[in-house]
């Protein structure tokens, strides 16, 4: 691990994206800066321009119109950088998954280090896809298989 | 509807403006560089949060509302478990806006800043305490009773200062009336089924309600569809007319208040929209504007 | 001036009196209380995969396939909006909505359920009819109920063109109709 992945790993400033959200996921992740959660214990602030961010919250399914706006948002981030998908929408495309007017997701746009599922996700859970984007706790859900025996 | 779901909408309608207006005083205060208050007010507001998640199984996507009632019934303790929170907040908040009320620095950036005199307002349709703000005495729980309202004594708060501070000080009131009107539900909350009888639901027929959401009326238009689907489905969010007032709004403000004075619309900027068309033959991508769409329209009606 | 100096007191009191709330997570859990809707676990044992859950769910993240003889119920839960419809609609009450709520995950593959179960076919073409496991309970359900004791339940086997091809196939189970003219 180099030097430079060792300070990734301390203090991350983050950036949020709106990408078409209705706003939950967004409310859930100021909430993260209030006391009962306070993210910025962890050195984790979230900052005003691209420029200065690590890290890039987006939330929202991505639609047509803000797909060009990313683009640019994510050029103007420099590297290292992580992308963190926060709520169902970006992860997956939400219920808006084959609508005309979205893209159906975040992956579809940008390199996703991190989903965070959720409609919206709980403040904990935001925190915990955080930490887990900078490796400091392990990844708990894991698909469930069956197949029936006769 | 059975008048019990009333009662449970109309509960949860009311913590949502609860938790939405504690929600606006501290994101206001962060505008103007109170950070203090920001995160007071978010701290006041957590426990609202957690007791709908308590309810609800969610903190704000609460999921409850169906075609002919709600959900799920509220947990058998809903009526020990809502008054404490109620009080505490009640409480906490009094203290808050007591402590804020003569703060100079906070009456200097909110008082006289973001003006939108009573006839603008009424010019650009502006909902909500942005409205009742400046003098235009309209509510849609009054106007256009719904769920359990025509029961309950809701105060519509008026001011007429026109400025930041009235509408800081409607949503307030608000605050405090809200609480009232969760407790006076919970007194009034009939028993019984909270989902009405009936069998499939037709397809292609439309409803369409208005209600008082925290930043005016919100007005939803469905139709349903067949296999038990929404088939069209539209919103018209309060914050998109509420923001068409803000040329009106930063008219003779210097920048530096301008973020105050769009915040203080309270508005929700995904409810916001624009009209794309992409021509399939072509995949060319065009934007209507609203004189686009006036002069189409008037050309089409003419 | 002195208003002023005793807001700004007040407001001190207020952050003085609150304290540090923090919660201690994430080096404590802070699990959510009541019926919080966290992520779909599927209990298999009780699972038909009739598929009505498919039809309840808004996003449609739940499809079924049949091919070679085998039901796959998948769930994408990449886009579940957490709802509880799957939950409502199931007659077997099979889906549970979990406490799960830390569902962070590098891949949204992992965030997927997947189901394979025998299918039940038609002993006379050969077309499914349903998992092996719905006719289970129909057999099951019709079995509890005296009067609707069938001597032959071999019809539990026959798709629905079948069984009426079956009928008219079968002159002691053929009805006569009169007609009375008035």
Redesign the interface.
Known sequence: MSALDWCFKKSIWVYHVNAGACNGCDIEILDTLTPYYDVERFGIRLVHTPRHADALLVTGPVTRQVRDRLLRLYDATPDPKLVIAVGSCPTGGGIWHNSYATLGGLANVLPVAVYIPGCPPRPEAILYGVAQALGLVQQQVSAQAYAEVT | MPRRARYIRTILLELERIHSHL?WIG?AHHFIGFD?????A??IR?PV?WLT?????????Y?MNRIGGV??DL?DDAHERIPPVLEKIAD?SA??V????????IRARLEGVGTLPTSAAKAYCVAGPTARGSGVDIDARRDHPFAAYPELDVEVCVEHGCDIWSRTLVRVRELFDSIKLVKQALKQIPSGPVMADFDEIAPFRVGVSSVEAPRGEVHHYAMTGP???PYRWRVRAPSYNNLQSIPALLKGQSIADAPISVASLDP????TE?I?T?DTTTGE?RIYRQEDLLSEFRKRHA | MLKHTISELKEALVCLEAGRVTLPYPFAPHAPEGEFRGKPVLNTRKCMSCGACGNACPARLISITDEAGVRTLRFELGRCTYCGNCRDACPQEAITLSQQFELSTASTSDLEIRGEFHLQVCRRCGAPIGTLRQVGVIRERLGVVPELQIADSGFLTLCPACRRASFLDNPALAVEVTRERA
Request: hydrophobic share 35%; aromatic share 8%.
């Open positions: 929600l994101l203090t208050l920001f995160m007071q978010w701290r957590e949060m998640e308590y309810l609800t199984g969610n903190r704000k996507t999921g959900a799920r947990p906490e203290r808050a007591d402590a804020i009320l003569e703060d100079a620095s296999g038990n689907r929700c900027f995904s409810c624009r794309q992409v991508v």
